[in-house]
Every structure is written in C-alpha cells, then in structure tokens.
C-alpha cells in the first residue's frame, strides 16, 4: 500500500532526496517578512548566493517553481515585438521556446535532436541571420542528460552579440555545475531548489543582471507577482515583495552555508566524481544517452540497450527498498532511465542504488 508518509528514497531527477538536518530547518519558529530577523536571514542568504553563483548583481528568491522565472524572464526582458532564438535540446528546453510563445513573444527556434548539444557554432549561425534580443538556454537538459557547453557558447555571446540578453534554465545543474554569472555575462540564470540544492520544492533561486532590470523599465504588463522591478525594490532592503516561502529560505540559508564550508570548487568536484562512477556503471551495463563530450555531472540518462522492463524494476525496487529512480522523460520512456546524483545524494547511496538495479537485471 502506498504510504506518502514514508515514501521511497528518490534517486528520480527532482525533486531528490532532502537530508534530515535540511528538513528540520524547515521546522524553525516562523519569522514576520517584514521583521528584523526576516531581514538577516535573507541577506545573509543573499550574500551567500553571490559567492555561490560569483555575482555582485541581484539576487531574487522567487516562492514559486522554476517555471515561473521562465516566464519572468520573458514579460520583463523582451518586447512585444522583439524576437527570441530558443536553443531546445530536449523536453526542457522546449518547454522555454512554448512558455515564450505563451507570453506572446515571437520564438525561432534552433533545435537539435533530442540527445545532442547546443554548440558556440550553431547559436552563432542563427543570431548571424536573425534579428534577436534575446536567446535562450538550457544549461543542463534533465530529459537527455546533456550539459551544453554554455561556457563557451557565452565566451562566443560575449564576443560577438554583447548585446543579446542571455536567459539560462540551471534548474538541474545549479550547485552541481559552475556558474560563474557575472563573467558568463548573463542575464538571468534560475534554478528550482528540488534539484541540486537538495530542498523540498516551493522556492526558486535566481540571479538577474543590472542590465535586464534596466531593459525592464521599458517594458509594460510585466505583472506583478514575478516582476523584476518588483523583487529589486524589496530586495534593496533584503525582502521580497510577497510573503515569501520562509522555511525554504531557512534551509536555503543552512544548504548555503554548508556548500561554502566545503567550497564550490570541492562541490562541483564532488559531482563529478558521482558523474563518473554512475558513468562508469551505465557503460559496462547499458550505454550512455548523451555524447562523452556533454554529459551532465548531476543526473545520467541510460540508453536502455538491454530492454530492460524499466518499470519493473523500479516497482522491484520500491518493494524491496522503498527506492526508485527515473524513468525516461515522455518519448525516451523506457528507451532511457535516469538516475540522479546531485545534491546531498552521496557516492554510498549510489552505490546502493546501483547494486540493486544490478540485481535485478541479472
Ligand atoms: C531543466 C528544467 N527546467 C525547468 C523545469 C521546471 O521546473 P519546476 O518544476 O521547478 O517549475 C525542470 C523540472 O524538472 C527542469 O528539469
């Protein structure tokens, strides 16, 4: 009988597997959003997060999903009449080109096929014949398993488009991957905390530019709730505009404060080393979705080449441990399984994971 008191230990693509000491501090005294000790927590926080994504621009805590910056980053960056290039890759970053289109925004697309990357070559192509404002991205493709190498895709930006704003979705690689803002010379970049920061879901992190706040003087009906003019008055006295999700801030605060305890540097090392033993297994067992060059450090996609009854297994594994892990997203069901290692998974969970994955399948 399914029980969501005491559901699996989830090793699915977020949201992941929350520690005990993070969930207690989603159990502290609650504190009045507009109170002194509200103030505190949300500029230490603040100031963390600037270390943590290395800017010294604005940081906004969003009491939604990451969905909703998609959208912010839309109705407050770009004109009506403005065009958009949407890089999709993969379900994700689809979703960014469909979520544009909705805002009433005009979305180009460059699309590639489900498994590969988005490189420096191809976006430069595009904006060469086009007249864009704007150009989307996903950092790290949770359906594919594809990190894009956004890195140099934004050093070719830089170079040659400085004035094209830069939207990222990082909502599966922020923590787990670099993200060096203010060099990358981005504009907004968001994350959900289900994923890599290891949170329940209900809170987004996001870093906007000093630039997209001043492009979004000039644009009207930006809404209210995920207005960015908004979240830039409130935060100039370390506050949101609306009563924001408190507890997650809290554990926000403490995921913050460990990560610069043990130094980013450590921490993207630290995936990558659950990167590559997942790899490893993956290739010995089945093979990899995504080409060697772009695999992502914090979930692997698995071809599934032995046919394996992806279902099954996980059902087995629900059963015997109270643990699953993910499934394929939309068309790559069963063709694909994910399996995540971000966050405060750690190398002995996998190790676990793995060696009952093992026996069921041989
Ligand atoms: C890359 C990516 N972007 C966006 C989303 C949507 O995030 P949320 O469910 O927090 O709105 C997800 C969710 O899995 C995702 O993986």
């Known amino acids: 009988m399914t029980d969501w008191k005491n559901p699996p230990r989830l090793f699915i693509p977020g949201?992941?597997?929350?520690?005990?000491?993070?969930?207690?501090?989603?159990?502290?005294?609650?504190?009045?959003?507009?109170?002194?000790?509200?103030?505190?927590?949300?500029?230490?926080t603040v100031d963390m997060l600037k270390k943590i994504l290395y800017t010294d621009q604005n940081i906004f805590l969003s009491?939604?999903?990451?969905?909703g910056i998609w959208e912010a980053s839309i109705r407050n960056c770009v004109q009506m009449d403005e065009k958009v290039l949407c890089t999709m890759c993969g379900a994700f970053s689809d979703k960014f080109a469909s979520i544009t289109r909705s805002c009433g925004r005009e979305a180009d697309e460059l699309k590639v096929d489900w498994g590969q990357a988005i490189t420096p070559e191809m976006v430069d192509e595009k904006l060469a014949s086009g007249n864009y404002t704007a150009v989307t991205m996903v950092y790290n493709e949770t359906s594919t398993g594809v990190a894009n190498p956004v890195y140099e895709i934004s050093e070719m930006l830089r170079e040659k488009y400085p004035d094209v704003l830069v939207f990222v979705d990082a909502v599966s690689g922020m923590v787990g991957l670099p993200i060096h803002f203010d060099k990358l010379g981005w504009d907004v970049v968001f994350a959900?905390?289900?994923?890599?920061?290891?949170?329940?879901?209900g809170l987004t992190v996001a870093a906007v530019s000093d630039r997209a706040l001043e492009k979004a003087k000039e644009v009207p009906n930006r809404g209210y709730y995920f207005d960015f003019l908004e979240f830039a008055k409130r935060a100039e006295k370390h506050q949101t505009p609306t009563t924001p999700a408190i507890p997650h801030i809290m554990a926000l605060h403490y995921q913050c404060t460990k990560l610069l305890d043990e130094g980013m540097e450590n921490v993207w090392k630290r995936h990558k080393e659950m990167g590559d033993f997942v790899r490893a297994w993956a290739k010995e067992n089945f093979a990899l979705f995504a080409?060697?060059?772009?695999?992502?450090?914090?979930?692997?996609?698995?071809?599934?080449?032995?046919?394996i009854d992806v279902?099954?297994?996980?059902n087995a594994l629900q059963e015997k441990h109270n643990t699953v892990f993910g499934n394929g997203y939309g068309k790559l069901k069963n063709e694909t399984f994910r399996i995540a290692h971000m966050g405060d998974i750690n190398m002995a969970d996998l190790k676990e994971l793995l060696g009952w994955i093992d026996e069921e399948i041989k």
């Open 15 to 44: 949201p992941v597997k929350v520690d005990e000491d993070v969930l207690q501090q989603l159990a502290r005294p609650t504190l009045g959003h507009r109170l002194k000790e509200y103030v505190q927590l949300h500029k230490e």
């Open 311 to 314: 279902a099954a297994v996980n």
């Open 63 to 67: 009491s939604s999903s990451a969905s």
């Open 192 to 201: 959900s905390v289900q994923k890599a920061w290891a949170i329940p879901p």
């Open 291 to 307: 080409p060697e060059e772009y695999v992502s450090d914090t979930l692997t996609t698995i071809k599934n080449t032995k046919g």
